[in-house]
């Protein structure tokens, strides 16, 4: 069924959906409709799970890592600093192996507080263990949010899905609601390999020593590894089930291309559009959209980008000191290429706070990149006033 | 669908431990520890008689009815009395007040009174050698009589007038207090075993010769002469002590007094004169020298009397009457004004320059105060200021003389009557057992509750209800934690219930306004009553509602076979939330023990 609906309201249908068992969350700009749907379909007992309100955002993890620990199917909201107050209990999330999935709406980090979009706030947790899902649209929130759950429990992992601050959140657009017996052909119950039992009394996350911690590292990273192999495969099931696929990157009109931007979340559609004008002008540019930034698609993207002269990145967030997150992930995903087929990588800050991205932005950065004679040392920023 | 990739998944290698994690003795940790230590309800310690309001309330909320009715016999004699006519402070002292509305304390009393009335009286378990005489049959000594018979004592009551009661019968009319609720309760008595002798009016011989013949003597003869108002001409036609005048009526004559009738005084005997007065068919106007807010008599009854029609003249007082042919036909009153504060805290009346008035009167009614008649003492016992001198327990000067009541400078209510009555037993008791060798130590303090009344459940030590000791402070709102009770309104009366237009037993007619003289409050129905105790608190004592074990974070708190609670102080980290959470403030962080 299609119904116009936020990018909040995506979520909150995506985890009815996969039929959650246990929610726990606190409310923050611009996430909060997302729990607000859930706790009403709870206590309507539209979703028979169970709605655990916590007093912050470290609780709400905590409850959903307690949960999920005991085997339930969670799910959580956050956003910004919400997000960075969950910080340790991601920790416990993803090196407990839990595969709780969350919500997290796009917003920039205080100070100055600001409520708009950009992706650091994500971005900083990039080390925690869990995996990011990027989406461009509100029918991607939807079906990604499904997915998650598919993809966290198979691999054992926490998984994030990441929405643009009000270009998603609060926009309305036409979505293509499955049917719940489509979603739970998809998404079967989940089965978890350890469970907390109170007939059996142990205790997680206890103390590990020297000799034994790394393995613990290591089974993670492999479980990360598998994602590829476990998301490509959901996401065919996906297309089967619903015509629609949404691939860890995708390659828009790259053949032949001079020039690929590489863009994530909203930024991705206004480029699309940018593209096809200038393609209808006989240029020759074209797009990949990096959908899945942790695990980062490196073989994926050495293969859709290789032997493309010049690649410009779009990044809606800093790793100050640095630069560019996506460009400097990228970078050294493009390094294995031998020199030949190694695109020129050009760094793009723009669009932070919620400074609009718009076509015209998007053209100078396709023109600067196009008549730059090599990339700078130094990521550029866009549209900073002097 | 395709066996997904997953299917052949290892389980994750994550960190379990199977050891138990009582190894670890967090408990060393801690610099404070929690203490189950309960505390007084305001309402036990604001109770004149005593009463263990918060302990009967908890026996109701379990179901545990008839044990409810005897904790609350233990400490008050008469239940069905004071649950209609007590001024109950406990209300005034309920931290439920803070919350939303106290609990209606009196209507659940009055239930456990009339329940109680309708079964057996208590009986002694024991019996003790001795045998005591109670002078007056008021509130205050038929408390010392009941208290002295439970404690095993004989005793014989004696009362000057022709049927018993004091106070409660020649003051308190029917509509507030049935004749048929005191008739049943003297009877309560008289099966008990107590001697109740009335028409037996004690001279000074006839107390000496008491003192005699009995081991002990408990004088209670209240205060009944009404005091005169010092104004000129009061001596004469028309004008008439209150009190007799509802001696009067109560013993069932109904006085003509005319159209217009004026009280003087502001309290509760003002307030009886008036509404008795109005059932008589009168117009009733209260004469008070001071205003509303200083009048000493029960708010509810001064509420009441308005309802009825009674009105009121503040800030007025009495200064000449005037009488044409042997009939008082008006009252001159000076107008008073607000003076300095006095001892009592209230402002001074002083005499107005302006605004003297006149107003017609067919009778006009003093009520400005009662003395005790002290004809009836043993010559040993001395007056002093009118009173009887007697010690917090009721001890007199004179040996084997106890005092109490209105006689003895209590407090005048029902509810400090009953309250000097059980202390004297107390003191009787101990000093009857003293004379027969058994020495046995009276601690005023220990046995009150919290500075208040005292009780006889700590001193008979058989307490059923199982406090951890010490257990002497009250607990007031801020040590509750008012987030685990949810709002509930109070239960109140019907008024339709009641017998507002009904006639008086004896057939005689209401007054104007069809205001009768049978009972005007209604009371509760029972499954009511029941449902108000359950507004109760609890404050302060621990009522195994098991939320510190729920809070516990260490789960180091245990019920105990015994159906309390045990810390594991092993474990027990001291982070006091479990005193936080606890909704009576029955936990006590505390340095004690460590």
């Not at chain 2, 402070?473 to 009904?502: K, S």
């Not at chain 2, 609890?538 to 510190?548: F, I, P, R, Y």
Request: net charge negative.
């Amino acid at each position: 069924m299609r119904k116009v609906i936020v990018g909040n309201h995506a979520v909150s249908l995506g985890v009815k959906l996969a039929r959650c068992e246990v929610i726990s969350a606190y409310p923050i700009t611009p996430q909060t409709q997302v729990v607000e749907m859930l706790s009403e379909m709870c206590a309507s007992g539209e979703l028979p799970a169970r709605f655990i309100k916590v007093e912050s955002e470290h609780s709400a993890m905590a409850a959903c890592v307690g949960a999920s620990a005991a085997g339930a199917r969670t799910f959580t909201a956050s956003s910004s600093h919400g997000l960075a107050y969950m910080h340790e209990m991601l920790h416990w999330a993803a090196g407990g192996r839990l595969p709780v999935v969350m919500a997290n709406v796009n917003r920039a980090m205080g100070p100055g507080w600001n409520i708009w979009m950009d992706q650091n706030d994500s971005l900083s947790q990039r080390d925690t263990g869990w995996i990011q899902l990027y989406c461009e649209t509100n029918q991607e929130v939807l079906d990604t949010t499904i997915q998650a759950f598919r993809l966290a429990e198979a691999v054992d992992l926490p998984v994030m899905v990441l929405l643009d601050a009000f270009y998603l959140s609060h926009t309305s657009e036409p979505v293509d609601v499955p049917p719940q017996a489509l979603v739970d052909e998809f998404l079967p119950r989940r089965r978890a390999r350890h469970r907390l039992d109170p007939k059996e009394p142990h205790a997680y996350g206890a103390l590990v020593r020297p000799d034994d911690y790394m393995e613990m590292r290591r089974d993670q990273q492999h479980a990360m590894e598998r994602v590829h192999a476990v998301l490509a495969e959901a996401d065919a099931d996906w297309a089967r089930l619903t015509d629609r696929t949404w691939p860890a990157a995708e390659a828009y009109r790259t053949d032949d291309a001079e020039l690929v931007l590489v863009t994530s979340g909203t930024i991705t559609s206004t480029a699309r559009h940018v593209i096809d004008a200038r393609r209808a002008d006989g240029e020759r540019i074209g797009l990949v959209k990096v959908r899945l930034f942790r695990p980062f698609p490196s073989a994926l993207l050495r293969r859709l980008l290789a032997g493309v002269p010049r690649v410009a990145v779009l990044d809606r967030n800093i790793s100050p000191g640095h630069g560019g997150i996506f460009a400097e992930e990228l970078r050294s995903a493009l390094y294995d290429l031998p020199p030949d087929d190694r695109p020129a990588l050009y760094g793009y800050v723009l669009g932070l706070g919620g400074r609009d991205v718009t076509p015209d932005v998007i053209g100078g950065v396709i023109d600067g990149t196009r008549t730059a004679a090599a990339p700078e040392r130094e990521d550029l920023w866009v549209g900073v006033k002097p | 669908m395709a066996e997904p990739v997953t299917a052949t998944r290892d389980a994750p290698l994550i960190s379990v431990s199977r050891a138990s994690t009582l190894a670890n003795r967090t408990g060393s940790w801690k610099y404070i520890m929690p203490t189950y230590r309960d505390g007084v309800a305001p309402c036990n310690a604001r109770c004149p008689t005593g009463v263990d309001v918060e302990g009967y309330m908890e026996l109701l909320r379990q179901d545990r009815v008839d044990e409810a009715v005897d904790l609350l016999l233990r400490e008050n004699p008469m239940p069905a009395v004071t649950g209609r006519v007590c001024h109950h402070p406990c209300e005034a002292a309920c931290n439920r007040g803070h919350f939303d509305e106290a609990v209606a304390v009196h209507l659940v009393e009055r239930e456990l009174g009339d329940r109680a009335l309708a079964e057996p009286p208590p009986l002694p378990a024991t019996r003790r050698e001795g045998r005591v005489a109670v002078v007056g049959s008021g509130p205050a000594g038929l408390a010392c009589a009941y208290h002295l018979t439970l404690l095993g004592y004989t005793v014989t009551v004696l009362e000057a007038e022709a049927e018993a009661g004091g106070m409660l019968r020649q003051g308190i009319p029917s509509y507030r207090l049935p004749r048929t609720v005191l008739d049943r309760q003297l009877a309560w008595y008289r099966a008990m075993g107590i001697e109740i002798r009335c028409g037996e009016r004690i001279d000074a011989a006839a107390a000496d010769s008491l003192l005699a013949e009995y081991d002990a003597v408990f004088l209670a003869p209240g205060a009944h002469r009404g005091r005169p108002l010092g104004a000129a001409g009061e001596v004469g036609p028309g004008v008439v002590p209150g009190l007799e005048f509802l001696r009067a009526v109560n013993a069932g004559a109904r006085p003509d007094i005319g159209r217009h009738v004026a009280i003087v005084g502001g309290g509760n005997t003002a307030m009886d004169c008036a509404r008795t007065a109005q059932r008589l068919g009168a117009r009733a106007t209260v004469i008070y020298r001071r205003t509303r807010e200083d009048m000493p008599a029960i708010a509810s009854e001064i509420a009441e009397a308005e309802a009825e029609g009674v009105v009121f003249e503040f800030l007025a007082n009495p200064r000449a009457f005037h009488r044409a042919h042997d009939r008082l036909i008006a009252v001159e009153c000076d107008r008073m004004a607000q003076g300095e504060p006095d001892a009592s805290g209230r402002r001074r009346a002083v005499v107005a320059e302006h605004g003297a008035f006149s107003m017609y009167v067919d009778t006009l009614l003093t009520a400005i105060g009662e003395d005790a008649v002290l004809d009836c003492l043993p010559s040993a016992v001395p007056v002093t200021n009118g009173t009887i001198p007697a010690d917090e327990l009721g001890a007199t000067p004179a040996t084997g003389t106890w005092a109490g009541g209105d006689a003895a400078g209590v407090e005048r209510t029902v509810a400090d009557a009953l309250g000097s009555g059980k202390a004297a037993a107390m003191d009787i008791d101990r000093a009857l057992r003293a004379r027969r060798g058994v020495d046995v130590v009276l601690d005023a303090p220990s046995l009150r509750w919290a500075g208040g009344a005292m009780s006889m459940s700590r001193w008979r030590g058989d307490d059923p209800v199982q406090r951890t000791a010490p257990a002497n402070d009250v607990v007031a709102f801020d040590a509750l934690n008012p987030v685990h009770f949810t709002h509930l309104p109070r239960h109140r009366e019907h008024p339709d219930a009641g017998q507002h237009g009904g006639a008086a037993p004896d057939g005689s007619n209401g007054g104007s306004g069809g205001y009768g003289f049978a009972e005007v409050n209604p009371g509760l129905a029972s499954a009511e009553a029941l449902a108000e105790a359950r507004r109760c608190f609890n404050c302060g004592v621990c009522n195994a509602c098991e939320l510190c074990l729920m809070f516990c974070p260490d789960a180091a708190i245990a019920r105990t076979a015994d159906g309390r609670f045990s810390i594991d102080l092993d474990h027990c980290k001291g982070c006091g939330v479990c005193a936080r959470e606890c909704p009576r403030g029955a936990i006590v962080m505390t340095r004690e023990g460590l």
